[in-house]
């Protein structure tokens, strides 16, 4: 089962990063431009964007679409795998199936004085398997494309300089 990774230190505190990405219903936190709206998503089903179970629909560019559903959501910080919400995806325009992924924020240290206190850990993640037939697909590099940028865009958003990590 291919999985990817990314991950980056964002120069704001950890609560700050996780109000932006929290939002089910909004990739905002990774738009280069805030004028201008980047992956239009909404809640398809009518339950809060923060319930588990809430299908958002993300428009992309080109016209595609991308459903996923919310299946975990932690705002706690004082645990190993920080705040997070984990998700599926039910369909989309490139060939995974049982892709399911993971973003988290985490405190870098817990001394709320010094020189990491505004500072946090983001991990994107996550796993599939292809269908057979579909292997030259590049999905791993179409992913890895999606989660170097957006947490880039994130830690840019925030002013930060950064290092993105994946696999």
């Not at 936190?29 to 809430?54: L, Q, R």
């Not at 997070?84 to 039910?90: G, H, Q, S």
Request: hydrophobic share 45%; glycine share 6%.
């Amino acid at each position: 089962m291919p999985s990817q990774f990314s991950s980056i230190v964002v120069a704001a505190s950890a609560e700050k990063v996780w109000a932006a990405i929290r939002p089910f219903d909004s990739f905002a936190w990774a738009n280069p431009d805030s004028s201008k709206p980047h992956m239009p998503t909404i809640i398809k089903n009518g339950k809060a964007a923060d319930a588990v179970g809430a299908v958002r629909e993300i428009s992309l560019l080109g016209g595609a679409v991308v459903v996923e559903t919310l299946l975990a959501l932690s705002d706690r910080f004082d645990t190993v795998q920080g705040a997070f919400y984990t998700y599926k995806i039910d369909e989309a325009p490139f060939p995974v199936e049982r892709y399911v992924a993971t973003i988290s924020v985490q405190k870098v240290s817990l001394n709320q004085s010094g020189p990491t206190a505004d500072k946090c850990f983001v991990r994107w993640e996550a796993s599939w398997s292809t269908p057979a037939g579909t292997e030259g697909a590049n999905v791993p590099a179409q992913i890895q494309g999606l989660f170097d940028g957006s947490l880039i865009q994130l830690a840019k958003n925030f002013a930060a300089a950064a290092v993105v990590v994946g696999h």
